[in-house]
């Protein structure tokens, strides 16, 4: 019995541990809402883990300022997991995306997708605002630009060009 126990001490300390994700742990870290590519197909959003905790994005939610869409792996370019590991980006994009096509991305970013064709309605080229929920609909992390929206706290970010990632 004392072997087992050895055993799981050991299975359990090399094993990451994936933890609930307090506000601001997550952080939407760069948006590229007005590519110079179609809009529609060439949207993303990078999310930033600067913890040292793994966290679990499956189930969690990106509402833009219409629609709400639930974060998933991406089933095309993906690994098939939503866990984001202690310092690591997150590449979000919708499920008909040309990124990947048209941009390199480091293999050590995970690639998530939401479940339909665009970030929530289409990510507005002049004003819009973002909010990051845990599946619980805690709002981890928010950002607006081009207009100030009662909901979200602090000041808009202010607009880029075209071909501008904001961040």
């Not at 809402?33 to 060439?42: E, K, L, V």
């Not at 629609?67 to 993906?78: K, Q, Y």
Request: glycine share 8%; charged share 20%.
């Amino acid at each position: 019995i004392g072997l087992a126990i050895i055993i799981l001490f050991i299975l359990l300390n090399l094993t990451p541990r994936i933890h609930a994700a307090e506000p601001g742990t997550i952080q939407i870290n760069e948006i590229m809402y007005h590519p110079t590519q179609p809009d529609s197909t060439n949207e993303w959003i990078e999310l930033y883990n600067p913890t040292q905790d793994t966290i679990d994005l499956t189930g969690w939610t990106i509402a833009d300022h219409t629609e709400t869409d639930t974060i998933t792996p991406d089933p095309t370019h993906g690994t098939g997991t939503a866990i984001l590991p202690p310092d690591i980006y997150a590449l979000l994009t919708d499920l008909d995306t040309t990124v990947y096509d048209i941009m390199t991305i480091p293999e050590t970013a995970l690639r998530l997708s939401v479940d339909d064709k665009t970030i929530g309605n289409g990510l507005g080229n002049t004003k819009d605002s973002l909010a990051l929920a845990d599946t619980d609909g805690t709002i981890i992390d928010c950002v607006e630009y081009g207009e100030d929206y009662d909901d979200i706290p602090g000041n808009p970010a202010p607009l880029v060009h075209q071909g501008h990632s904001l961040a």
